[in-house]
């Protein structure tokens, strides 16, 4: 099977060298563009599954290069990389055509999250590899995602399906952080206050049933989302 290519447009090199990596590193096929006009020869060129584009680049920004695409490629997702933080940028943003907008500094694993929904068929992230009929193990603890169930040696707990359900993106993205946003909209399908607040007291509940293992964790990073690791 082909790569996923993403085209990625940056001028910052230090930043687009440590994002190239990153994305490398899972197994995507990167191309690098350091300007606009490079960047939209890139996509004319190798018809990228993902366009990354910083909105302010030389000889043409990443808006224009939006604007050029989006007349005539209304399919191809894309997402803004900007330092800008006013409303009206982020409205322009998503007027053009974008998908998703990610302001700096943002996190690498958070921009990774996004590439991934944005390229599953309904734009939200669903556990792969993840059977009703298998069991996985998260440090020594063995999690059966179909039979929504927790077993430590002998001992052996049932879980609900919403924390099963959670548990799954988690593990699916362990060692990663999973923004709130993704969490929310993916299980509840709405990312509103109320639903913020169940999904903090869900993750409360499975840091309980983990206990087992005080190796394993659900962290919260601040103002993002959470990180399972063991």
Known sequence: MDKIKILLAEDELSLAHIVRESLEDRDYKVILSADGEQALQNYYQHAPHILVLDVMMPKMDGFEVA???RAT???????????RSQTKDVIT??????????????SV????????????SNRMLVPDNI?????????????????NTIAHGINKWGITARE???????????????PKGILLNT???????????????????????????????IINIRGIGYKLVY
């Open 67 to 69: 604007k050029r695409i």
């Open 109 to 120: 694993e958070e921009l990774i999250i996004r590439i991934k929904v944005l390229l599953t």
């Open 131 to 147: 059977s009703k009929n298998n069991s996985y193990e998260i440090g020594n603890l063995l999690f059966d995602a179909g039979r």
């Open 187 to 217: 299980i509840w399908g709405d990312d509103n206050f109320f639903n913020a607040r169940s999904l903090d007291v869900f993750v409360t509940r499975l840091r309980k049933h983990l206990n087992a293992d005080p190796n394993v964790q």
């Open 164 to 178: 099963s359900e959670l548990l799954s993106l988690l593990y699916k993205n362990k060692h990663q952080v999973v």
């Open 93 to 106: 943003g998503f007027e053009l055509g974008a998908n998703d907008y990610l302001k700096k500094p943002f």
């Open 73 to 83: 490629d209304t399919q191809t997702p894309i997402i803004f990389l900007t330092a």
